[in-house]
Nanobody, 125 residues
Framework: QVQLRQSGGQSVQTGDSLRLFCTAP????????MGWFRQVPGKDREFVGA????????GLADSVKDRFSISRNRAENTGYLHMNNLQPEDTAVYYCAAGSGFPRGWNDADAYRMWGQGTLVTVSS
């Protein structure tokens, strides 16, 4: 069940930048953290990064940490995935998620309790 709302995905060229948005409609952010994942057809969902909604500290996957960042605007109840220098291998459906308990770390998709509907990012060479 989709409980978070996402936007921002589109087709871009190699080297472009893009910002994805995630919000919880009609409510304040409901959990401790916001995570971002991406998925390519036929592959497992891949952790991109996460942010502690209250404190603002983040963690990013090694594959994107030099190009991507995560932020949130608590007043607007919106989280963001900032993507720079996009490459064709970044093409995927990107999902945001919310969760509060992470005994195996932020990169554990099973720990998240709410998910967005996904938004497609296509990077062309």
């Amino acid at each position: 069940q989709v409980q978070l709302r996402q936007s921002g995905g589109q087709s871009v060229q190699t080297g472009d930048s893009l910002r994805l948005f995630c919000t919880a409609p009609g409510r304040t952010w409901p959990h401790y953290a916001m995570g971002w994942f991406r998925q390519v057809p036929g592959k497992d969902r891949e952790f991109v990064g996460a942010i502690n909604w209250g404190a603002g500290n983040t963690g990013l996957a090694d594959s994107v940490k030099d190009r991507f960042s995560i932020s949130r605007n608590r007043a607007e109840n919106t989280g963001y995935l900032h993507m720079n220098n996009l490459q064709p291998e970044d093409t995927a459906v990107y999902y945001c998620a919310a969760g509060s308990g992470f005994p195996r770390g932020w990169n554990d998709a099973d720990a998240y309790r709410m998910w967005g509907q996904g938004t497609l990012v296509t990077v062309s060479s």
